[in-house]
């Protein structure tokens, strides 16, 4: 079974930036696609970038593009979401989430087998 950890949100203002990481508690974290996922309050789970277990694909929610960059180190075991200019409607909870081998940089929640607890960002207007 593999464990996801992630961690990293906070308070920030518009403008700011935050950065999240998701790590695993076992070695096969360089099989893993990693993606990063959020819920709004009241609304569904989204997508917000992936990464393949490779490294060499990314993807992310057009929302996204140009401000938040996927990255991974699988020596250190860590994928990190990095976000610039935050805006208030970034405000939710984040999920890391990984299927092994995943096909691609999916963007379908269904497509990822474990998940982290979840990591609150809020971005103050």
């Known amino acids: 079974q593999v464990q996801l950890v992630d961690s990293g949100g906070g308070l920030v203002q518009a403008g700011g930036s935050l950065r999240l990481s998701c790590t695993a508690s076992r070695s096969i974290f360089s099989t893993l696609t990693v993606g990063w996922f959020r819920q709004p309050p009241g609304k569904e789970r989204e997508f917000v970038a992936a990464?393949?277990?490779?490294?060499?694909?990314?993807n992310y929610a057009d929302s996204v593009k140009g401000r938040f960059t996927i990255s991974r180190d699988n020596a250190k075991i860590t994928v990190n979401l990095q976000m610039n200019s935050l805006k208030p409607e970034d405000t939710a909870v984040y999920y890391c989430a990984a299927v092994r081998y995943g096909s691609g940089v999916s963007s379908n929640v269904n497509s990822y087998t474990y998940w982290g607890q979840g990591t609150q960002v809020t971005v103050s207007s």
């Open positions: 990464i393949s277990w490779s490294g060499g694909n990314t």
